[in-house]
């Protein structure tokens, strides 16, 4: 079983920087492609970035140019730092493990974690 926790939300001026960490268990990190998702209030869950186990990366043009996700496969660990806020990143953050079951069909599977808030206001 996978377990994924968030940490690092929290309340932030507009134009500050918070950056995000997600610890998960399990050995099966570093096989996985990573990704981060948020939800505003009243609104659908959405992609921000995701970050495949080679390491290629892929962000939401919202967020291109002021966040970043990487991955430390020896911490089991997936950060998102995120620069330049606005109040319109305001939202719960989620950690995201995705990964695809070997079979006939194959069978794809999402983990997620709790999630984080993250406040951007002045």
């Known amino acids: 079983q996978v377990q994924l926790v968030e940490s690092g939300g929290g309340l932030v001026q507009p134009g500050g920087s918070l950056r995000l960490s997600c610890a998960a268990s399990g050995s099966i990190f570093s096989r996985n492609a990573m990704g981060w998702y948020h939800q505003a209030p009243g609104k659908q869950r959405e992609l921000v970035a995701t970050i495949t186990s080679g390491g290629s990366t892929d962000y939401a043009d919202s967020v291109k140019g002021r966040f970043t996700i990487s991955r430390d496969n020896a911490k089991n660990t997936v950060y998102l730092q995120m620069n330049s806020l606005k109040p319109e990143d305001t939202a719960v953050y989620y950690c995201?493990?995705?990964?695809?079951?070997?079979?006939?069909?194959?069978?794809?599977?999402?983990?997620w974690g709790k999630g984080t808030l993250v406040t951007v206001s002045s």
């Open positions: 995201n493990l995705h990964m695809v079951v070997a079979g006939n069909p194959p069978l794809p599977m999402d983990y």
